[in-house]
């Protein structure tokens, strides 16, 4: 079994004011100069079961793009899995 | 004409829609997204609210509903098709009109009476009607975007202008491309908007005594 994480966060050029307002008023004051740019997502796991690492991953991926998880106007996605035994984190 | 009025679980607006058809002499009745029959009906509008508790995206579940591939349907056949807030994010999460509906630009919920320039009248909805039209805004992502702002310019119906129809930058409420309040698509017979046409339907309710949501709803009654 896989644990496949999928992130949807805005595309590079679409303003995300979540994370420049996390970047702004909560890391700035004591981190300036260290900290480029905050994103703030969303976050979706899923438990696959599947043969491979690339089976599973191309499964999230399929449904995310057929399900429009994410709007490809918008947003970019990022697919990241690992096996597990029990589903456990 | 027969209008359906989709409600989805968390739609809160449908009576109010509903009232403001019949004044229009709309044959207009609430339909439950789960028995939905397109080829009953020869408009439909999806009002605003929080469909499925705008779960991961304003829209995005509802838009996968099977009452959504019925609204492509007419879409498609050249019936009239209105999303009204909530409404216009479902059109726009499945597709059926262009762009996104990003948070607002100040991440607050925004609820404000707001004037938009009608920027095209070769759609069923906006032939012949007003230049400026006085509606409620409710929303908390009502960010109009699309890549191509020439594009977001030439879809707009609705821009947030100023009460003498002038489109600038300060009357922005929410940080849209281009101030855009609504978009149709290229045959003009989907209507998306933020503003709620419902709410500024009844003299008693609005600031200036206007209905000027009558001016769009109007074409459901023909």
């Not at chain 1, 008023?25 to 979706?44: H, L, N, R, T």
């Not at chain 2, 479902?90 to 320039?117: D, M, Q």
């Not at chain 2, 300060?170 to 503003?195: K, R, T, W, Y």
Request: charged share 30%; proline share 5%; glycine share 10%.
């Amino acid at each position: 079994m896989y644990a496949v994480e999928l992130i949807i966060v805005n595309k590079d050029g679409v303003r995300d004011p979540e994370g420049e307002t996390i970047k702004r008023f909560v890391i700035e004051e004591q981190y300036s100069g260290i900290i480029g740019e905050v994103k703030a997502g969303k976050y979706v796991r899923f438990l696959v079961e599947a043969k491979s690492k690339d089976e599973a991953e191309s499964l999230v991926k399929r449904i995310a793009e057929e399900k429009r998880l994410f709007n490809p106007i918008v947003h970019k996605i990022i697919v990241r899995s690992e096996r597990v035994e029990d589903g456990s984190p | 004409m027969r209008t359906a009025v989709l409600k989805f679980p968390g739609t809160t607006c449908e009576e109010d829609v509903v009232k403001a058809l019949r004044l229009v002499k709309a044959e207009a009745e609430v339909v439950k997204f789960n028995s939905f029959d397109p080829d009953r009906y020869q408009g439909v509008v999806i009002p605003g609210g929080f469909s499925f508790g705008d779960y991961l995206r304003a829209g995005t579940i509802a838009a996968n509903s099977e009452a959504m591939k019925g609204v492509r349907e007419m879409a498609d056949q050249g019936k009239l098709v209105l999303g009204i807030c909530n409404g216009f994010q479902i059109l726009v999460e499945s597709g059926i009109l262009k762009g996104a509906l990003l948070p607002n630009l100040k991440l607050r919920f925004i609820t404000k009476w707001t004037y938009v320039r009608v920027s095209r009248k070769d759609t069923p909805f906006t032939r012949g009607i007003k230049d400026v039209l006085l509606m409620p805004i409710a929303h908390a992502e009502g960010r109009y975007y699309l890549e191509d702002e020439e594009e977001a310019r030439e879809l707009a119906v609705f821009q947030y202008s100023n009460p003498s129809g002038l489109v600038v930058e300060e009357v922005n409420p929410n940080g849209s491309v281009q101030n855009v309040a609504g978009i149709a698509n290229q045959a003009g017979n989907v209507i998306g908007l933020m503003p709620h046409p419902e709410r500024a339907s009844f003299s008693k309710l609005t600031p200036d005594g206007s209905t000027d949501g009558l001016e769009i709803l109007r074409v459901f009654g023909k």
